[in-house]
């Protein structure tokens, strides 16, 4: 499920854990890997941003997508 541009970050967080809770790892990854390419969310406040890079970086590791962890934090 891909968010839509206008998605809050705080939004993308709620459903990224949402997917996690049913066991559906990737598809959280996915979610928040959409959102790090949108134009939106360099504009992002970094104290909205912290919960969400946390999950982000956690999913990489428990899916030892450690070429993705580097990507999102470049």
Same mark, same amino acid.
């Given at each position: ?14 459903? #990224? ?14 979610? !928040?890997?959409?959102?790090?390419? =949108? +134009? ?6 970094? #104290? ?14 428990? !899916?030892?997508?450690?070429?993705? =962890? +580097?990507?999102?934090?470049?």
């Amino acid at each position: 499920m891909a968010p839509f541009p206008s998605t809050k970050p705080e939004t993308v967080l709620k459903q #990224a854990d949402g997917l996690v809770a049913v066991g559906q790892h990737e598809a959280a990854l996915q979610s !928040l890997t959409e959102m790090f390419a =949108a +134009k939106k969310f360099r504009n992002t406040p970094l #104290a909205s941003l912290e919960p969400i890079m946390m999950r982000f970086i956690q999913l990489c590791v428990d !899916l030892r997508q450690g070429r993705t =962890a +580097k990507e999102g934090l470049m």
